[in-house]
């Protein structure tokens, strides 16, 4: 009962923090208000730390005070204590767990929405990244998840342009599975195998005779952050932002599967350009029809072919799309899929500030959707839509000028579901990890 007890109150304690926090935003000057809205959020875990994640990654969807703020939750979210890790550490490896290590550090070296990440070393030298779950978090998550159904319900019933019953559902599912560290290690073998041809990009290695459910170690890589870039070589960025595109959509368009979590913190550079792609807890698999429906979307922006893009809206879960919903949803995807249009070198965006032509986009597509009764975006859509925007929003950090429309090509040019369905039912067993939901 006192359990309970003190998971209730700490649940109240995390609300009303975040709630004092925005109460107070009209107060102090704009700075002091940015850092106490960052003290208030990084005390979170779960959903609710990652949609300011999302929020701090797309540039100007806040002001730059507050995104500058709260990008350092990416990586320097509030740590816990070394008698808390040592409890923790102990419970997961058993009482004996630092003779395992020829050293571990006591500082996180790193702390994020649902754990924290210490550095180590093995007993023959290998450097290690050691992922601690904070305890309790099953229910934190419920919890915050409760929480954004209620949100989602004002949201609906103030703005009736999104229907968001399956976006909660989908981001219910994918927050469960990132709880369990054996299926993240498991992606993590995933990931190796469908990168295995990418020079420019690297994955960690899981151990798993130093992982648990809610312990993962792996290889520690070396990097920096991508906005320690925003200065270097045009050179330099383009070839990252390749790198990035490469690591996100080889999977996608050869296996049916996505990095579900593009925010700052879950990559780093390498000094010649690559990258170290982290974090594998939000992954999603698809059917093979899904992945031709984008490509069958891409083909009717670029020919005009309406049939073809009803047929698209359906395979990915649009029910019986009216034309004029066509019309709108149109808007958005030609939108999307503008850079992968033109053969040149360009930059993701061309037109207005960086972010702004996106959100004019998107408010008069929502300013339709509303006009028309709604729509309720299938499941299978999140995740997308969140890589695509996530990913466009690292391209403008870069500002990086890329022949996308080859580099898109150079990945769909031999596609056939057929052949996808065969490369993922093996890649997906190999690795241990659960196929896509017919």
């Given at each position: 009962m006192q359990d309970r007890a003190s998971h209730l109150s700490g649940r109240v304690k995390r609300y009303a923090q975040v709630g004092k926090a925005m109460g107070g935003l009209a107060l102090g000057g704009s700075g002091e208000r940015a850092r106490k809205l960052k003290e208030a959020l990084g005390g979170l875990k779960g959903p609710l730390m990652k949609v300011a994640q999302i929020l701090a990654t797309i540039p100007e969807a806040l002001p730059e005070e507050y995104a500058a703020e709260l990008r350092q939750l990416q990586s320097n979210a509030p740590r816990m204590g070394w008698p808390f890790v040592k409890r923790r550490m102990a419970g997961e490896l058993g009482p004996d767990w630092r003779e395992k290590f020829a050293r571990f550090e006591p500082e996180a070296a790193h702390a994020a929405s649902l754990g924290q990440v210490h550095r180590a070393i093995t007993h023959d030298g290998q450097e290690l990244a050691v992922k601690l779950q904070y305890p309790g978090m099953d229910s934190v998550v419920e919890a915050d998840l409760?929480?954004?159904?209620?949100?989602?319900?004002?949201?609906?019933?103030?703005?009736?342009?999104?229907?968001?019953?399956?976006?909660?559902?989908?981001?219910?599912?994918?927050?469960?599975?990132?709880?369990?560290?054996?299926?993240?290690?498991?992606?993590?073998?995933?990931?190796?195998?469908?990168?295995?041809?990418?020079?420019?990009?690297?994955?960690?290695?899981?151990?798993?005779?130093?992982?648990?459910?809610?312990?993962?170690?792996?290889?520690?890589?070396?990097?920096?952050?991508?906005?320690?870039?925003?200065?270097?070589?045009?050179?330099?960025?383009?070839?990252?932002?390749?790198?990035?595109?490469?690591?996100?959509?080889?999977?996608?368009?050869?296996?049916?599967?996505?990095?579900?979590?593009?925010?700052?913190?879950?990559?780093?550079?390498?000094?010649?350009?690559?990258?170290?792609?982290?974090?594998?807890?939000?992954?999603?698999?698809?059917?093979?029809?899904?992945?031709?429906?984008?490509?069958?979307?891409?083909?009717?922006?670029?020919?005009?072919?309406?049939?073809?893009?009803?047929?698209?809206?359906?395979?990915?879960?649009?029910?019986?799309?009216?034309?004029?919903?066509?019309?709108?949803?149109?808007?958005?995807?030609?939108?999307?899929?503008?850079?992968?249009?033109?053969?040149?070198?360009?930059?993701?965006?061309?037109?207005?500030?960086?972010?702004?032509?996106?959100?004019?986009?998107?408010?008069?597509?929502?300013?339709?959707?509303?006009?028309?009764?709604?729509?309720?975006?299938?499941?299978?859509?999140?995740?997308?839509?969140?890589?695509a925007i996530g990913l466009g929003s690292v391209f403008l950090h870069l500002r990086a000028q890329v022949n996308w429309h080859r580099l898109f090509h150079s990945l769909i040019g031999d596609f056939s579901p057929e052949a996808l369905e065969k490369r993922q039912a093996a890649a997906l067993w190999a690795a241990g990890v659960a196929p896509a939901k017919k």
């Open positions: 409760r929480q954004l159904k209620l949100i989602f319900r004002l949201f609906k019933a103030y703005d009736g342009a999104i229907d968001p019953s399956d976006i909660h559902a989908e981001l219910a599912e994918r927050l469960h599975e990132e709880l369990d560290y054996v299926r993240e290690a498991a992606n993590m073998r995933l990931y190796a195998a469908m990168l295995a041809g990418e020079a420019g990009v690297r994955a960690p290695e899981a151990l798993p005779e130093l992982s648990t459910s809610r312990l993962l170690t792996m290889s520690w890589l070396d990097g920096r952050p991508l906005l320690d870039l925003t200065d270097a070589p045009q050179e330099m960025r383009d070839q990252v932002a390749v790198n990035m595109f490469r690591a996100w959509y080889v999977p996608f368009y050869r296996y049916g599967v996505i990095h579900g979590d593009p925010h700052l913190g879950n990559y780093k550079v390498r000094q010649d350009g690559r990258i170290n792609l982290l974090d594998f807890g939000c992954i999603r698999v698809f059917r093979p029809g899904f992945v031709q429906g984008v490509l069958d979307l891409y083909r009717a922006v670029e020919s005009g072919d309406r049939d073809l893009a009803v047929h698209a809206y359906r395979a990915w879960g649009f029910q019986d799309p009216t034309p004029e919903l066509i019309a709108t949803l149109n808007r958005w995807a030609s939108f999307l899929f503008a850079p992968l249009l033109e053969d040149r070198p360009r930059l993701i965006q061309e037109t207005g500030s960086p972010g702004a032509a996106g959100y004019d986009v998107i408010s008069k597509v929502r300013e339709e959707l509303g006009r028309l009764g709604g729509v309720r975006p299938p499941r299978e859509f999140v995740l997308m839509d969140r890589a």
